[in-house]
């Protein structure tokens, strides 16, 4: 499984965020400066995450963007699911039914459990990192 600049894009976009909205909603061009993303990308990127649920925005002067959530409720995989949808090395994983649309052989594949347990390990990292472990981490850098 290969992340797309989406996904990482989107999971530094909300870094940044959580360190710098203490203060009130932070404009799509600073974090765009400080992350030197694209802020038309960049705009792009946080509509998916609004429409998720994941941040708010205000418009205006002293608009911008904030969590929606703290960032202690809001995990890596999370943030990876809505840019880059389900978590999934195979496609056959993407589909529970009998009647799988991507493999015929999904019920009987000897090594579909094989890509489960990857799928699940990737997804267990992810959903055990919050942006607040993030922000600490980089905290304890400086």
């Known amino acids: 499984m290969k992340l797309s600049t989406?996904?990482?894009?989107?999971?530094?976009?909300?870094?940044?965020l959580a360190m710098h909205c203490q203060h009130g909603?932070?404009?799509?061009?600073?974090?765009?400066?400080?992350?030197?993303?694209?802020?038309?990308?960049?705009e792009k990127l946080m509509g998916q995450l609004r429409?998720?649920?994941?941040?708010?925005?205000?418009?205006?002067?002293?608009?911008?963007?904030?969590?929606a959530r703290s960032a202690n409720q809001i995990t890596v995989g999370?943030?990876?699911?809505v840019m880059e949808g389900p978590i999934a090395p195979v496609n056959c994983l993407l589909s529970e039914q009998v009647n799988?649309?991507?493999?015929?052989?999904?019920?009987?594949?000897i090594t579909r459990g094989i890509w489960e347990k990857v799928a699940n390990?990737?997804?267990?990292?992810?959903?055990?990192?919050?942006?607040?472990d993030l922000c600490k981490e980089e905290l304890g850098n400086e």
């Open 25 to 42: 909603p932070v404009p799509l061009k600073s974090i765009a400066q400080r992350q030197e993303i694209s802020e038309h990308y960049l």
């Open 121 to 132: 390990s990737i997804s267990t990292v992810l959903d055990s990192i919050t942006l607040e």
């Open 78 to 81: 999370d943030i990876i699911r």
């Open 100 to 109: 799988n649309s991507y493999c015929d052989k999904a019920c009987s594949c």
């Open 6 to 16: 989406k996904g990482r894009y989107g999971v530094t976009a909300m870094y940044d």
């Open 51 to 67: 429409s998720a649920g994941l941040v708010k925005s205000t418009r205006g002067s002293q608009g911008g963007y904030i969590l």
